[in-house]
């Protein structure tokens, strides 16, 4: 696949509210990736879920640019979660502790951070960053402990939640935050 481009994106909830603490929105978002990735609609490397924003290694679509990935994918995160919140609307757990919407259904946040991967290197910083991100921020003590990743594929070759599409494994040497 020579002249295929690798993205980093990142894209946060809207309000920086950590919709992804709940465990079904986390799981949630993985249904949408799953149902991306098994579709062809673009190959995922890695991934990470935390509490208010969502990062992702892939690579760009046969058919279209990575705008149009993060736009489907957070169109698909938003409608699902939008459609269970009408058939239950008293359930407070659907917005991290029934935080209001200064902007009634607006999930995420307009924009999304992307960076063109240009080498092997950056390309494994990136990794590194996506696994270290949950232990960076206090959520757990080591990678392998946060299920919203696709560390443990890595590091153990166990099939994940989410199809990882990487044929170039990437040696990890996690350091030890202090």
């Known amino acids: 696949m020579s002249g295929v481009r690798t993205f980093f994106a990142t894209t946060k909830t809207s309000q920086g ?11 949630l978002m993985i249904d949408v990736l799953r149902s991306y990735v098994a579709a062809g609609k ?13 990062h992702l290694l892939l690579t760009e679509p ?12 957070k169109q698909g995160f938003a409608r699902r979660l939008l459609a269970r919140l009408r058939l239950a609307p008293n359930h407070l757990d659907h917005l991290s502790l029934g935080q209001p919407l200064s902007e009634p259904g607006r ?9 063109v991967v240009y080498s092997e290197k950056k390309r494994i910083e990136k990794l590194r960053y996506i696994h270290g991100n ?3 921020r206090g959520l757990v003590v080591e990678p392998q402990d946060w299920a919203w990743s ?6 153990y070759d166990e099939p994940g939640p989410v199809v990882v599409n990487e044929v170039r494994r990437a040696e990890l040497r996690m350091r030890k935050v202090s």
């Open 134 to 136: 949950p232990v960076k």
């Open 62 to 73: 046969e058919h279209g640019d990575p705008s149009e990935v993060m736009k489907a994918l």
């Open 150 to 155: 696709s560390f443990r594929h890595y590091a």
């Open 107 to 115: 999930i995420w946040q307009a924009r999304f951070y992307d960076f």
């Open 17 to 27: 509210r950590p919709l992804f603490q709940s465990e079904r929105n986390a799981t």
């Open 42 to 54: 673009f190959r995922l490397h890695d991934f990470v879920i935390m509490p208010n924003h969502v």
